[in-house]
């Protein structure tokens, strides 16, 4: 399962280690991204470019993540 990326800036949570998996283009799941360590918060930037197709993000792996729009922060 994978939710449409809230924006390119992103705060990730996760109480378990997870792989991040990102699509644009493609089926789901999606490409691997990289590991999120448990209970180490992370932002993650995702490139401007110029298509308007929405970038998606998911996770393999158990537990529940937190995706949040971090451009709001501050």
């Known amino acids: 399962e994978s939710l449409r990326a809230p924006s390119g ?3 990730l949570k996760s109480g378990r280690p997870v792989l991040i998996r ?3 283009f493609g089926p789901a799941p999606g490409v691997p991204g990289w590991p999120l ?3 180490k918060p992370t932002i993650y930037s995702i490139p401007a470019d110029h298509s308007n197709r929405p ?3 998911g ?3 158990q ?3 937190l995706v949040c729009d971090a451009s709001r922060a501050g």
Do not use: K
């Open 9 to 11: 800036l992103l705060y």
């Open 22 to 24: 990102l699509r644009r």
């Open 37 to 39: 360590a448990a209970g």
């Open 55 to 57: 970038w998606h993000i």
């Open 59 to 61: 996770f393999q792996g």
């Open 63 to 65: 537990g529940e993540v």
